[in-house]
């Protein structure tokens, strides 16, 4: 994550210098590409969700093709990739967790003069989350984690086990619909701001013990206020 927040940085202070080499308040065109780094200081959405707390949290790459001055398609990415959750110190135990989430969608343009631009915008959402535990001294369990230090064979005993939302897997689809507004600086560097609604549905995983079923996938559905995209930071591409 920090890593992400100064590959951020730096494409902010690039871009004031191209900004300063070039006249203000230029409004894209049509045939432009371009790329943007969205985050946020309110915390993640349950569908990105992390434990990471940062200033700014990390929320999408995301790429903007204006087909014409006011018809913008775009497509968001998140992944989040970690081979040992919360840096495990048990040699003979590996937790893996990945994630990632894309949303395609597009943008229509209110107005589009002067440097700046206001939209509406449509997106689907598609997300999925994979979570195993590998042991070479104890069962292993794929579809959720169990508790910190908890034995994952004494699980198999139990008839009706409840795993944390947070340590299971699942895959979702879903939509969000969203306003925002840019402003150009320049042909290449542009800040803005969104907020949008959402809502996903979707299925837990199955939980596996030794390869063997132990508990079916639950369907479950959330919405709310999308955070993750509230400021974003971008240059054109192409």
């Keep these: ?20 080499e070039d006249s203000g308040g230029i409004s894209p065109e049509s045939g432009e590409l371009l790329i943007e780094i969205t985050s946020s200081p309110f915390g993640r959405d349950v569908s990105s969700s992390s434990s990471g707390t940062t200033l700014l949290n990390f929320g ?4 903007r093709y204006f087909l014409t001055d006011a018809l913008v398609p775009r497509l968001g990415v998140w992944f989040s990739i970690d081979d040992n959750k919360g840096g495990m110190s048990t040699p003979d135990v590996t937790q893996t967790v990945s994630q990632f989430m894309v949303t395609p969608g597009i ?6 003069e002067n440097g700046f631009t206001s939209y509406a915008a449509l997106d689907v959402i598609v997300t999925s989350r994979s979570v195993k535990q590998l042991s070479e001294t104890d069962a292993d369990i794929a579809g959720a ?3 910190p230090g908890e034995d994952v064979s004494s699980i198999i005993t139990e008839n009706n086990r409840s795993f944390s939302f947070d340590e299971r897997g699942f895959f979702g689809i879903g939509a969000m619909g969203a306003v925002g ?4 600086f320049s042909s290449r560097f542009y800040m803005g701001a969104e907020i949008g ?14 390869g063997t079923l132990y508990q ?7 919405g709310g206020v999308k955070t993750s995209n509230s400021f974003r930071i971008g240059f054109k591409l192409l």
């Design 145 to 147: 984690l169990p508790n």
């Design 107 to 112: 943008e229509y343009h209110f107005l589009n």
């Design 1 to 20: 994550m920090k890593k992400l927040l100064l590959v951020s940085l730096m494409i902010f202070l690039t871009s004031i210098a191209i900004a300063q």
């Design 181 to 184: 507004a840019d402003y150009h």
């Design 216 to 222: 079916s996938g639950i369907k479950y559905f959330e």
């Design 60 to 63: 999408q790459f995301r790429a």
């Design 197 to 210: 609604f959402y809502f996903v549905t979707g299925k837990s995983s199955d939980v596996e013990i030794d």
